[in-house]
């Protein structure tokens, strides 16, 4: 494997499509701090390394994808990440989404379904700058219910449900990000969890994610 470098031109690229995604409504200056932090090229195929800042979503292993940049920072963004918060993401994937929470300070606590992806994390090449990203192979459906509850809950794969056990693993005030529906596109959801259990629902843009399954795949 050749060694992974983040030259010039990386990050020549990488500031441009920050500017990219400025330009779309992006406004998160921590959000997008974070991201020019993080190369991107790290987390996909080597062969893809001239295009992997474009604001593209990619193949990774186990037929899955690493989500476009626009749909990392806009899921970022509605999070309202405040340092030391607690979130359980559904979906590790690529880990790159996971690095932009670890990024900002937050506590992460990342759950993928497959398990080529999830052993792949044992080699995360950053595993010693971000000690607060735990990853956990399991069924996003169940959540973590050792670690809840949560301040936030990231769902990142398209969910044919609000998943209850999720709501329930949030605290009192804290908010899910989830792409709902079934079909080709999704609507972006932010769920806001309040005193009774309930919850309020707040609107956004239709994106297009892989399907949240359920169970895990040996
Ligand atoms: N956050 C990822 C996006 C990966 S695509 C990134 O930054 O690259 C969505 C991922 O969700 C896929 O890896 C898929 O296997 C995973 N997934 C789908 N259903 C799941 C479930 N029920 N539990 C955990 N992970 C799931």
Do not use: C, W
């Amino acid at each position: 494997m050749s060694i992974l470098q983040d030259t010039y031109r990386h990050k020549g690229l990488r500031k441009k499509l920050l500017e990219l995604l400025r330009t779309k409504g992006i406004t998160d200056e921590a959000v997008l701090t974070a991201m020019n932090n993080i190369p991107r090229h790290f987390f996909m195929d080597s062969a893809l390394d001239n295009i992997a800042y474009e604001d593209r979503a990619f193949p990774i292993d186990a037929d899955q994808t690493i989500s476009q940049p626009y749909t990392v920072a806009y899921q970022t963004q509605l999070l309202q990440l405040k340092p030391n918060d607690k979130v359980l993401e559904i979906g590790t994937g690529s880990i790159y989404q996971a690095t932009v929470l670890a990024e900002l300070g937050t506590k992460v606590f990342t759950i993928e379904r497959q398990k080529k992806l999830f052993d792949k994390t044992k080699q995360y090449i950053f595993k010693d700058k971000y000690p607060n990203l735990k990853f956990f192979y399991g069924d996003g459906f169940e959540g973590l219910p050792t670690f809840a509850p949560f301040d936030k809950v990231l769902i990142t794969a398209a969910a044919p449900i609000i998943p209850p056990k999720l709501i329930a693993q949030l605290k009192t005030g804290g908010m899910m990000v989830i792409p709902l529906g079934e079909g080709e596109t999704q609507q972006m959801l932010r769920l806001t969890k309040k005193a009774d259990g309930s919850y309020s629902e707040e609107l956004f843009e239709n994106f297009s994610f892989v399907p949240m399954l359920k169970g895990k795949n040996a």
